[in-house]
């Protein structure tokens, strides 16, 4: 074990066995109140969901109703002061560990589970959601910032499904403007295991595990963080298909779209400009064609198209 390792050889051996990992108070207690006064704070004002970084991670977006599920993506562009932590240090140590020194920060998620009636997240792969056309080496830190336990909807994992192939998926319900995806393949759901966690600690899991978070039954909203690390994907066109991504398109998407029409798309850039891995010819190319595709490619759906989606549902 090198001296700045954050995980032992075993947790390293487990989590390359079983393709997660639960770890005691990686976040200290004085940060775990900073992060989640701070998220609690932007959902509370709604901060960005007029660009589309806030959003129903489960339903359409209605404004004048409150989200059943309340999500934001890359909080930081909001509050910078969310990865100028120790937390922060110590989750990039980890993942530099695991994935190699060239891995850094994708991007962040995060997810309030409302007490009683918050939703289940379905049983899926985070590589489900990517492009088919690179391969990656990502992985996910998922921070509890209260208890969790199955009841209020902890991580449950299906050990050993990192070393799967990406499984087939869907939208639920086969609504493609609403974010999750579902994935319908045969896989052993008796073998899921729940990793209830206390505030500040963490699970980490592998972007091929299989995971899920049932619904909250508990009384209290259940908040949780998630950083994501990879190293630059490889662009490895043609090997396969991901048919399920075909056709999406979520209403963040439309604000965000509209968004950089009047002007946002400088302000994004800027915002992305720090994290961009200019020095890696790989990520300039995955960036690249990534932008390309978003101005070429992803398009809202026809009107039409998009009525015979709902009557579908
Ligand atoms: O917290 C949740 O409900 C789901 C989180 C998740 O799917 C993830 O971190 O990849």
Same mark, same amino acid.
């Given at each position: 074990m090198e001296a700045t390792a954050v995980l032992s050889d075993t947790e390293t051996a487990l989590y390359n066995r079983q393709g997660y990992l639960a770890l005691k108070s990686l976040c200290p207690p004085e940060e775990v109140e900073l992060i989640r006064a701070t998220l609690m704070g932007l959902f509370e004002s709604r901060t960005g969901y007029e660009?589309?970084? *806030?959003y129903d991670f489960v339903g359409r977006d209605d404004p004048s109703k409150p989200a059943r599920? #309340?999500?934001? =993506?890359? #909080?930081? =562009?909001?509050? #910078?002061?969310?990865?100028?932590?120790?937390?922060? *240090?110590r989750a990039l140590a980890l993942a530099r560990q695991l994935l190699g020194e060239n891995a850094a920060l994708y991007g962040e998620h995060a997810l309030l589970k409302p007490g009683l009636a918050g939703p289940e997240t379905p049983w899926h792969q985070d590589e489900a959601f990517r492009s088919p056309d690179f391969e990656y080496k990502e992985l996910s830190i998922w921070l509890a910032l209260q208890p969790v336990t199955a009841e209020n909807g902890c991580m449950q994992f299906i050990p050993g499904s990192n070393k799967y192939e990406v499984l087939e998926h869907r939208s639920p319900g086969g609504d493609k403007a609403l974010h999750p995806l579902e994935c319908c393949a045969d896989f052993p759901r008796e073998l899921a295991v729940p990793a209830p966690l206390e505030a500040g600690d963490c699970t980490v899991h592998h972007m091929r595990t299989l995971h899920y978070t049932a619904p909250n039954t508990s009384p209290t909203p259940r908040l949780a963080y998630i950083l994501i690390f990879n190293t630059p994907p490889v662009y490895k066109p043609g090997r396969r298909e991901f048919p399920w991504l075909e056709g999406r398109w979520t209403d963040s998407q439309t604000r965000r779209k509209l968004w950089h029409k009047r002007g946002g798309l400088a302000i994004d850039v800027m915002r992305r400009l720090p994290s961009a891995r200019l020095t890696s010819p790989r990520w300039v190319a995955w960036a690249a064609i990534r932008a390309v595709n978003k101005v070429w490619k992803s398009k809202p759906p026809a009107p039409a198209q998009q009525a015979s989606i709902k009557e579908t549902v």
């Open positions: 660009e589309g970084a *806030q599920f #309340p999500s934001m =993506h890359d #909080p930081r =562009h909001y509050a #910078p002061e969310l990865v100028k932590t120790a937390y922060f *240090q």
